[in-house]
């Protein structure tokens, strides 16, 4: 049942003890944790970082050192893009290796964490605006695994993916961020990986291992860091209308949109901070930053 619809039959005085048992079962399977759990954007860069040992992996190695335990993972990467959202619904997500052009050692690596059906049923019926649609064919794609597994190397911790409905503008993305909080309060880590500013088309293949980038990057990084301390989520929001540096960052807004689902799990209370604030190749930002 929707929650409206719940509300709905609520106020008219119709809803029997069958009606409350099953709502009660609905809200009592996500088993409310001690801690909110802080929210994550992380700019996950090349599919190396997967298997270096850099600057940008051993934070994110640190990083789970810093915060609690998470009862589980869930990731908004960039590289599921889709039409309509979707969340992996399987027991055990495979590890999908979406690029081309690197060493076999990466194609190698599998990153066997466990999924979690019910977890993703929940998620599904905690948005009352959005059908998200239970996936069983994708898996964790590199936008995930190069991350988590060097956050959680012993993949003991279930982890799931939340596509990127790419019909939809940011708002959308931010609304529907708000509806998962609920998520934050049951120990679920969630993670939107992209990078803020990305664009392979301008990359300097010069300076392809160097912590470069050019003026307009960095100064568009600034930008984007003074809105997120300042809560002024309407201009991230709207970040077209930030000028030609945001055009030139975001040419398509695959990497971006994680951002939204971070910014829209904040609440007024929580700390904002940044880490792995680099950026890479003239085109490319690392910045991540840590809510809660």
């Known amino acids: 049942m929707k929650r409206k619809d719940f509300i709905k039959t609520l106020t008219m005085g119709t809803v029997g003890m069958t009606s409350l048992s099953a709502f009660k079962n609905m809200t009592d399977n996500l088993k409310e944790s001690a801690t909110v759990m802080p929210v994550l954007f992380i700019g996950h860069g090349s599919p190396m970082n997967g298997i270096e040992d850099n600057e940008f992996s051993r934070r994110w190695s640190a990083m789970a050192k ?3 335990m998470p009862s589980a993972v869930l990731v908004v990467s960039a590289h599921w893009y889709t039409r309509g959202t979707r969340i992996t619904a399987m027991d055990f997500p495979e590890t999908i290796h979406d690029f081309g052009g690197f060493p076999q050692e990466l194609f190698d690596v599998q990153y066997n964490a466990p999924g979690n059906p ?21 898996g964790l794609d590199h936008g995930a695994w190069t991350v988590v597994r060097h956050m959680y190397p012993d993949a003991k911790v279930p982890v799931l993916q939340l596509s990127i409905d790419g019909t939809k503008p940011a708002q959308y993305h931010y609304n529907l961020a708000k509806e998962l909080y609920e998520l934050r309060k049951k120990g679920v880590l969630i993670i939107g990986s992209g990078n803020m500013v990305h664009n392979l088309g301008m990359v300097a293949w010069d300076k392809i291992d160097a912590t470069y980038g050019y003026d307009w990057a960095l100064d568009l990084n600034e930008t984007f860091k003074k809105h997120i301390s300042e809560t002024n989520h309407s201009s991230l929001i709207n970040y077209d209308k930030l000028g030609m540096a945001a055009r030139l960052a975001i040419p398509t807004p695959e990497h971006y949109l994680p951002l939204m689902y971070t910014l829209g799990l904040q609440k007024d209370k929580d700390d904002i901070s940044f880490f792995n604030d680099k950026a890479v190749a003239g085109s490319l930002t690392m910045t991540s930053v840590k809510i809660g």
């Open 66 to 68: 810093e915060i609690p």
């Open 118 to 138: 019910e977890l993703a049923k929940e998620t599904v019926k905690l948005s009352t605006h959005t059908d998200i649609i239970l996936d069983h064919d994708w």
